[in-house]
């Protein structure tokens, strides 16, 4: 065992490390250098879901059944699966409209109903104490673990202001209270949490697969040790199996997998993370992976830790809901056992931060500021600052949903187990699916059909689930279990109406669900929607079609900017009433506050600023105590609606045209380009041309004026002059044709007669035209050619001008002495391959793409050869090119170059008929 002040020291040091990391985020987003704008962190605050229920109740649950535990954590797996559609759309009708909380939402979709949003409040109060109570529990019973001996059970306190666990939670309440209701801010957003809270998944499952670890590898020779003890032990063997013995429970496993997808969406601290604390909804992407493998990974140890206490301890002998922390201390490991706690208590109160400040919102919106709003003092025509009214009505609430929770520890708390409790506040906030998704993709859906369907599922659930707890701590009288209400048999609570066969949850949730959605359905189908809530279904259903310019307003009447602004400094404070008019003025273009229009608009940005601070509902009423409204009918909200679809057409038009007009610039700019390299090309090619021509004609003029002014020059030396003169005028000869030819190619002019080509007899019709050459340089020309090789489409003549060129070029490059040209030809499946290699100096890699270029050729001493064009490889790959081929080089300096081509195959009725004769008679 530990001692007391240890655990304690070091519980309050983790806490403030917490207060730190919290702190830290604050300044950071003060800075204007959000932390919570990140993808990881947001997907890692959303483990808030992973609580003290996690760390000992899935162990727990793992020792009495097995892989009964794994739905809890199925379903939201499953449910990320559908977050891209469900929880974006959530996301951005909550920042449309500057929704703060769960309550808020239903009562924002259904016509701003003060009703509504008080149901849902009191549900969710409810609802959620039997959770708050499971995290002291686990609080208390680790603490307990650690500080007695082994095996035995702590001393329970005789008086109330003895229990450890009342100061536990009045050090939560205290600790929440800083985090989360510092100062008011219309976004409810808390950086400094949402980093804390990530910091806090990070700690619990680090500290939770220390000790998983421990277990498998350390109590035992790792897993396969594990359940090979495992199966010798006939009662820990069969909680390895699925059905345990006996038929599988598809219905229990199928209502346990949806209750916890639907929990994990609709728990108001879900909600907090997932859609109010959101900065970014592409964060999301990351997060629908993120996610379910932390559930993953924190998961991955609980079977074993269960498996690896039975056997340890003994079925029956320890509580397995304890095995985290008893494992390690029964091996003399305090360290890890304490590190084990920490990670418990991280989790813990990472619940009970986002809750309750989620729960305090709700209750502050919902329940108290409908109240106060309605008195003199504070009412709708008061003056006077209430941001200070509202930090405390949320720091008292936080204060009594921590105190219920431990009033309800006290109830229920010892006579359930930590998964039992966190069921029971799981299928109570199930209620809240029909009427949110219902509202989200139903414009039919109506208040009265939302107000029935909650209480109806609120009373079934109420009935069938949280009274008969109640009764089994014996804090009620357990007759109506037995015998039913009032005697009658078929109203028994944990089998309504004779169906047995369910355990008590999925029977709860069965029943509660059915006649939830029953009534949302069939209520709103009875009555027609007023104005508001078709308005308001009409904006919740369409928020993805709709921008913020085209988006309609439904109000109409009369209302005065200063009265406007001064309601908004109530509520926000004055400085940010003014920065937040000044800004909406800068919006708008306009000079400034006094040159606000006092339009609709006007009216609706100041309800969605006072929505994120005193709730939908409390906004609408306080509007319309300083604006005078005109209440809308049906054909009013069609009129407005129809106005709004005008201009979202209009805007859409202006958009098509604006974008027509950005391709039509686009197009010209490209156009234009174009133009300007082609004439760049132009210009190069004529002073490429022109020098090319110049430089034989230089030397034919300058040798023909020598010969013709000195009468008496010697026979050899003007035979020399005139053999010059010849190779000069062949080569200016050659340049011109090959100027005309490459005209005529680019120019689309010249001519082709595409026949079957047998590309072996060209290149021995071109080989025996270049024999002699090669003779008199003395180099030695190879010819690697296969018996025979497809056919391909092409003109012959041309591709023997290719080959003739490479050939031409091999032998330039080749050395005097051991010179060796050779020509390889190969069918290479859909097309045919030559390859001309020589062993000359070879070309350096960034000179290589040059050589097809016109008028271009190697630099360098090495690579200088007289009478070169420039345009014999540019001309070659336009023809290559034209019969669907392609050209390339290879070479390495001083390995010598090998140019190649390659030809398709072309089938013999693919080529005109002409052709086609001429290759059969060929």
């Not at 949003?117 to 529990?137: H, W």
């Not at 497809?790 to 591709?799: E, F, K, N, Q």
């Not at 005109?912 to 004769?917: G, I, K, L, R």
Request: a neutral charge; one cysteine or more; charged letters at 15%.
């Amino acid at each position: 065992m530990l001692s007391a002040p240890l655990v304690i020291g070091a519980s309050f040091a983790y806490l403030l490390l917490l207060f730190a990391v919290a702190y830290w985020g604050d300044r950071r987003a003060a800075q204007g250098r959000s932390v919570i704008g990140n993808a990881w962190v947001y997907a890692l605050s959303m483990a808030v879901y992973c609580t003290a229920w996690t760390y000992f109740g899935s162990v727990g649950r793992a020792a009495n059944t097995g892989v009964w535990f794994l739905p809890i954590y199925l379903g939201p797996m499953l449910a990320m699966v559908l977050a891209w559609m469900v929880v974006r759309k959530m996301i951005r009708i909550a920042k449309t409209y500057r929704i703060t909380s769960i309550a808020d939402f239903i009562a924002s979709r259904y016509g701003k109903s003060p009703t509504l949003a008080g149901l849902v409040t009191l549900i969710t109060v409810v609802g959620i104490v039997p959770y708050i109570a499971l995290q002291l529990k686990a609080i208390a019973s680790g603490y307990a673990v650690l500080t007695s001996p082994l095996g035995q059970t702590a001393a329970q306190p005789t008086q109330w202001w003895s229990d450890s666990t009342l100061y536990v939670a009045l050090a939560l309440a205290g600790f929440t209270m800083v985090f989360g209701a510092r100062h008011l801010d219309s976004t409810e957003r808390h950086e400094g949490m949402v980093a804390a809270i990530a910091f806090e998944s990070i700690v619990k499952l680090l500290a939770f697969l220390a000790v998983g670890v421990f277990v498998v590898f350390g109590l035992f020779d790792g897993p396969g040790d594990l359940f090979d003890q495992a199966q010798a032990v006939e009662a820990v063997n069969r909680l390895l199996r699925f059905g345990q013995g006996q038929p599988f429970a598809y219905a229990q496993w199928a209502g346990l997998t949806l209750l916890a997808m639907l929990s994990v969406i609709f728990l108001p601290r879900q909600f907090q993370v997932m859609v109010v604390e959101n900065v970014d909804e592409r964060h999301l992407k990351r997060a629908v992976w993120v996610f379910p493998l932390y559930l993953l990974l924190i998961n991955l140890f609980v079977l074993p830790i269960a498996v690896g206490g039975l056997l340890h301890f003994g079925v029956g002998r320890m509580d397995p809901e304890t095995f985290v922390l008893s494992l390690p201390l029964s091996q003399g490991q305090q360290g890890l056992a304490l590190l084990g706690f920490v990670g418990g208590l991280s989790a813990a109160t990472g619940m009970v931060i986002v809750e309750a400040i989620a729960v305090s919102t709700m209750v502050c919106n919902d329940l108290v500021m409908p109240l106060l709003l309605r008195s003199h003092r504070l009412g709708a025509r008061a003056s006077g600052d209430l941001t200070g009214v509202l930090l405390f009505i949320r720091r008292l609430a936080i204060l009594l949903i921590l105190l219920l929770g431990y009033l309800y520890f006290h109830l229920a708390g010892e006579a359930y187990a930590l998964v039992s409790i966190g069921l029971i506040s799981f299928a109570a906030v199930a209620q809240f699916a029909p009427a949110m998704l219902g509202g989200m993709y139903w414009k039919g859906g109506t208040r009265r059909g939302a107000l029935a369907g909650l209480l109806l599922g609120f009373g079934f659930w109420a009935y069938t689930l949280m009274l008969p707890s109640l009764a089994k701590s014996g804090w009620l009288a357990d007759g109506f279990l037995q015998h039913g209400l009032f005697g009658w048999v078929w109203l028994k609570p944990e089998s309504f109406l004779g169906l047995s066969g369910l355990d008590n949850l999925t029977h709860s949730l069965f029943w509660s669900l059915l006649v939830n959605i029953g009534a949302y359905v069939g209520v709103s189908l009875w009555r027609v929607p007023s104005a508001a809530e078709t308005s308001q279904a009409l904006l919740f259903v369409d928020v993805f079609h709709r921008t913020e310019g085209s988006r309609p307003v439904f109000w109409q009447g009369r209302a005065k900017v200063p009265e406007l602004q001064s309601l908004v400094g109530r509520f926000l404070g004055v400085g940010r009433a003014q920065q937040l008019f000044a800004g909406y003025a800068q919006t708008l273009g306009v000079a400034g506050i006094a040159h606000i229009p006092a339009d609709a608009r006007l009216v609706q940005f100041v309800e969605t600023q006072l929505a994120g601070a005193i709730g939908s509902a409390s906004a609408r009423v306080m509007v319309a105590s300083v604006a005078e409204e005109e209440k809308l009918d049906l054909d009013d909200v069609m009129r407005i609606l129809d106005e709004a679809s005008q201009l979202r057409a209009y805007s859409h038009a202006l958009e098509d045209k604006s974008r027509s007009l950005e391709r039509a610039t686009a197009e010209l700019r490209e156009a234009n380009q174009q133009l300007q390299s082609l004439d760049r090309l132009k210009d190069d090619f004529m002073s490429s041309v022109t020098h090319e021509l110049r430089t034989p004609l230089t030397s034919i003029r300058a040798l023909s004026e020598l010969m013709r002014d000195d009468d008496n020059m010697d026979l050899p030396q003007r035979q020399q002059f005139l053999g010059i003169i010849v190779a000069e005028a062949e080569r200016l000869s050659r340049l011109v044709n090959q100027v005309l030819d490459m005209a005529k190619i680019e120019a689309g002019h010249a001519e082709w007669n595409e026949e079957a080509v047998d590309l072996r007899e060209v290149l021995e019709q071109a080989a025996g035209s270049m024999g002699e050459m090669y003779r008199e340089h003395g180099v030695a020309l190879v010819l690697d050619l296969p018996p025979s090789v497809g056919l391909v489409g092409a003109d012959a003549d041309r591709i023997t001008q290719v080959v003739l060129n490479l050939l031409s070029n091999a032998l330039k490059y080749a050395p005097r002495e051991g010179g060796q040209v050779l020509v390889r030809l190969r069918d290479a499946g859909p097309s045919v391959e030559v390859e001309v290699q020589d062993n000359g100096p070879g070309i350096p890699e960034d000179q290589q793409a040059m050589v097809f270029e016109k008028f271009q050729q190697v630099a360098g001493d090495a690579h200088y050869r007289p009478g070169g064009t420039g345009l014999g490889l540019p001309i070659s790959r336009q023809i290559v090119a034209h019969f669907g081929g392609r050209m390339w080089l290879r070479s390495e300096p001083g390995q010598g170059a090998c140019f190649g081509f390659s030809l398709p195959h072309r089938a013999l009725d693919a080529l005109p008929e002409q052709d086609n004769q001429r290759s059969t008679e060929t």
